[in-house]
């Protein structure tokens, strides 16, 4: 007797590290939304066979295992990734070898691929509406404060662009370190 055929598709989100807290609920998201496709029948009556890797919250962690999903599990679909930085690695591992990336999280923008389906929203359905309600509530003086990562840096850029169009003045901008271990509140340039 032969086997069901199965679509495998892969799954790349933290489980364990400084990620985890996080992505874990979007892990969750999809392996539910993958057992409710199943339990109504699948794809085309096929399966879908998840292939769950743990990157640990590593970027580079995140090119590798998208590597060997699409190489050696032979996945042409990868649901994963949480922060800009790892979305990033991942992307020319899913270019390279013709893959596509569901990349579920708000991203700064700015970024086009036909290989990774943007779920998340991009600063001008987030930020912009913000500073709107900000400046109706509180007035034109803000500070910046954010991780030290792309995303905030990058949010921080176009609301600095919005204020200087919009007579605000930045008071302060500050980065935190997305340091791996808790409680560290540490200052970046």
């Known amino acids: 007797m032969m086997a069901e055929p199965k679509i495998k598709v892969g799954v790349l989100f933290s489980q364990s590290g400084p990620m985890a ?3 874990e609920a979007l892990l969750r ?5 993958i057992e409710e496709i ?3 029948g699948g794809i085309e009556g096929m399966q879908i066979d998840p292939i769950v890797l743990d990157p640990a919250g590593h970027d580079q962690r995140y090119a590798e295992l998208a590597t060997e999903l699409l190489l050696k599990h032979n ?3 990868i649901f994963g990734c949480c922060l800009s930085a790892s979305r990033k690695r991942v992307l020319p591992v899913v270019e390279r070898f013709n893959g596509i990336l569901f990349y579920p999280s708000v991203y700064e923008g700015f970024e086009y691929s036909p290989n990774v389906i943007y779920g998340g929203a991009v600063p001008n359905q987030l930020v912009l509406p913000l500073m709107q309600h900000i400046y109706a509530e509180q007035g034109r003086k803000i500070a910046l404060i954010g991780t030290d990562t792309l995303y905030a840096r990058e949010i921080n850029r176009i609301v600095s662009e919005f ?3 919009s007579d605000t003045e930045i008071v302060s901008e500050i980065y935190l370190l997305r340091d791996r ?3 560290n509140g540490s200052k970046a340039a």
């Open 29 to 33: 998201g999809t392996l539910l939304a």
């Open 163 to 165: 204020a200087a169009e």
């Open 38 to 40: 199943n339990a109504a």
């Open 21 to 23: 807290v996080t992505e």
């Open 75 to 77: 996945v042409n679909v």
């Open 181 to 183: 271990s808790a409680g």
